[in-house]
């Protein structure tokens, strides 16, 4: 996809980007904003050593859609790093096999820092889903960095009864294999949440995978799926407008713009906790000094008063890590992701 292509792609998203900036109020917004920029500073990596890069234009691949929550935060971000670089950071959509065509297109890319990726959760599951694995979603990569976390939450449509959590278990218990789960797909970070939250639960439900949010919004709206586990920032405007019932959220705090919604944990189901990640990815091999480079410049950007508010009011928390930490993270997470789909008998082949 050539720089044109893209600009109107960009085009496109910033109808996204607009419709998500109101996603919070101000001022929970600004009050929370000096409490995450104080929590972030003193992880503040060193200045990463001198390295010409870039000299032109970088790739940031995003596995997913226009519109998806990392197709929203790979152009915030990229669009501070160009102001930062002086090089324009093209954000590159390349849905397909729940992240695996991004994934294929970045580990067979040469390691010279100019074709990245912004991946989450779904880099991890995809690859499992499959009978042979088309790459190893750590040692194909150069792990590069943490840049956010996304809560999920518990969504149900209107026509059920259930206004808490009890009371959807309740009523899901009831009727096994009667209501349905809906997702952005097979492998997906909604259907990862969905599925450790089934499994969490012990109820028996079926998932009914979608390619396009709004079709899964119209059959929501329609009642004919009966929940869905949303990250926040995908589903708040429809929440503020009333169509669809929150119900939990599945992170350890609850999500500042949905204060009055409780956490899972709080609702009944303890121990549950259930974040989504996304991080910087290269090609395996990638150079130590581009990784410092990409370290120092997002991991100043993401302590920035401005881009921690922007990022709250999408739904998504800034956490900058080291390449040691987000290395550490999906080696601990991976294990988790296997383990879940083996049980769950899992497959997209």
């Known amino acids: 996809m050539d720089l044109i292509e893209q600009g109107s792609a960009c085009a ?25 920029a104080a929590a972030l500073l003193p992880a503040a990596p060193a200045v990463a050593a001198e390295v010409k890069y870039p000299v032109r234009p970088v790739r940031l691949v995003v596995p997913f859609p226009p519109g998806a929550a990392s197709d929203f935060l790979g152009r915030t971000l990229g669009a501070r790093l160009f102001e930062t670089w002086g090089q324009q950071v093209v954000v590159d959509n390349r849905p397909g096999g729940g992240g695996i065509l991004g994934g294929q297109l970045v580990a067979a890319a040469a390691p010279d820092g100019y074709t990245m990726a912004l991946i989450g959760t ?17 040692e194909d990569f150069t792990m590069v960095m943490q840049v956010a976390s996304l809560a999920n939450i518990l969504v149900v449509a209107q026509q059920l009864p259930a206004k808490t959590l009890p009371e959807f278990l309740a009523h899901a218990k009831s009727r096994p294999g009667q209501l349905n ?26 998932h009914v995978p979608f390619k396009l949010l709004s079709d899964a919004l119209s059959e ?14 995908a589903i708040a405007p429809v929440l503020r407008e009333g169509r669809l019932r929150p119900i939990a959220v599945t992170s350890g705090k609850r999500a500042s713009g949905f204060p009055d919604v409780p956490t899972m944990a709080e609702s009944g189901l303890p121990g549950f906790v259930y974040d989504t990640w996304f991080g910087i990815i290269g090609p395996a091999k990638l150079p130590v000094a581009i ?4 370290v120092a410049d997002l991991g100043k950007i993401l302590r920035e008063p401005d881009t921690i508010e922007r990022m709250l009011k999408s739904g998504s928390d800034p956490a900058p890590s080291n390449a040691a930490e987000f290395l550490a993270l ?11 789909i083996k049980q769950a008998n899992l497959r997209n082949d």
């Open 220 to 233: 929501m709206f329609a009642g004919r799926v009966h929940y869905y586990v949303f990250p926040v920032a």
């Open 291 to 294: 990784v410092d480079r990409w």
């Open 181 to 206: 789960m809906g997702s952005a797909g097979i492998g997906s970070g909604s259907h990862m949440a969905g599925e450790f939250f089934r499994q969490a639960a012990g109820i028996d439900t079926v």
């Open 122 to 138: 779904p880099h991890l599951a995809a690859p499992l889903l499959q009978r042979e694995l088309p790459f190893r979603p750590i």
């Open 330 to 340: 999906m080696k601990a997470e991976y294990p988790r992701y296997a383990k879940l």
């Open 12 to 36: 496109a998203a910033r109808g996204w980007a607009r419709r998500f900036a109101g996603v919070a109020s101000l001022a929970a917004v600004g009050a929370t904003v000096a409490v995450v």
